[in-house]
């Protein structure tokens, strides 16, 4: 009972202290701020000046001789997967992990789906899918979600985004948007399963890291493990080539990162746990409205 009562607070102290930044990012368009690919196809009609030329349908166009556009109408029950990397590699963090901080991330955008009357659900993944919740309305079920997630005990400490990614193709039928917030330290080749995710669907990743993971300390002979594999290795921090060529190796891959995703034409979002992500947050949606 008492395990019970201190998971409440926890998301009840999330619900407080992220509903204020869920407000201010729909405040004065409500119907815009996760627009994404949430359009229907409406009918195909006559083209009028001022139209936008990108939505000539130049096949009925050639057809029939005269230009043609389609219309399309905002779809208004939109549906919102938050796909939540829970691998052993977000329990790292300065002062507070990016487990945490991705949970107070989606706590906020989730709240803001609630205030938007959308639906919302949550794949909890690490080298597979761990656990499924359907999308639904409402706030008893966004509680829900968020209960599901804090007392969330992983089974693999392992990270698979290309497997658990394919299996997440199969599951949702629908179109929807897709937040995938990770770390993204993962080796598996994950771009195609995206690519082909992206056809379908909105996607929006959320790359949450640390600081310490960017630049090492001049603390001399330490040893490192990967929290997934357990695999160690002695480096000697107090050589500073290799501080340099460490900070430049993440440089490089994060720059790689943003880079092959902007090519399959996924919005990047890059928070650390340090900063203060209500703004970057309220910058991203912004953009979106």
């Not at 359907?134 to 968020?146: S, W, Y």
């Not at 995206?194 to 300390?217: G, M």
């Amino acid at each position: 009972m008492e395990q019970i009562n201190e998971l409440l607070k926890q998301v009840k102290k999330l619900e407080i202290t992220t509903r204020l930044l869920a407000d201010g990012l729909i405040t004065g368009n409500t119907d815009s701020i996760f627009k994404g690919q949430g359009i229907e196809f409406s009918e195909i009609r006559d083209y009028r000046h001022g139209d936008d030329i990108r939505a000539i349908d130049w096949k009925v166009t050639a057809r029939f001789n005269h230009p043609y556009i389609k219309e399309f109408i905002e779809e208004r029950d939109l549906q919102i997967y938050f796909i939540i990397d829970l691998s052993e590699s977000g329990s790292f963090g300065s002062n507070i992990s990016k487990k945490q901080r991705s949970l107070e991330i989606i706590a906020s955008i989730m709240f803001a789906v609630l205030r938007n009357n959308d639906r919302a659900g949550v794949f909890l993944v690490t080298d597979k899918v761990e656990k499924y919740i359907p999308a639904k309305k409402g706030r008893r079920h966004i509680l829900h979600l968020l209960t599901s997630i804090v007392n969330f005990t992983p089974i693999s400490p392992k990270t698979d985004l290309k497997n658990t990614l394919v299996e997440i193709a199969k599951i949702i039928k629908r179109k929807s948007i897709l937040f995938i917030i990770s770390d993204f330290i993962d080796e598996s080749e994950f771009l195609k399963p995206l690519k082909i995710l992206r056809k379908k669907h909105d996607i929006i990743a959320l790359r949450i890291t640390d600081q310490r993971e960017k630049e090492i300390p001049d603390i001399g002979l330490i040893e490192l493990e990967d929290k997934e594999t357990g695999e160690q290795i002695l480096v000697d921090t107090s050589d500073e080539e290799f501080r340099r060529s460490y900070s430049n190796l993440i440089y490089e891959n994060e720059l790689q990162f943003i880079s092959n995703l902007r090519k399959i034409k996924i919005e990047t979002l890059s928070m650390t746990t340090e900063q203060n992500y209500a703004i970057p947050l309220r910058k991203f949606f912004r953009r979106r409205k």
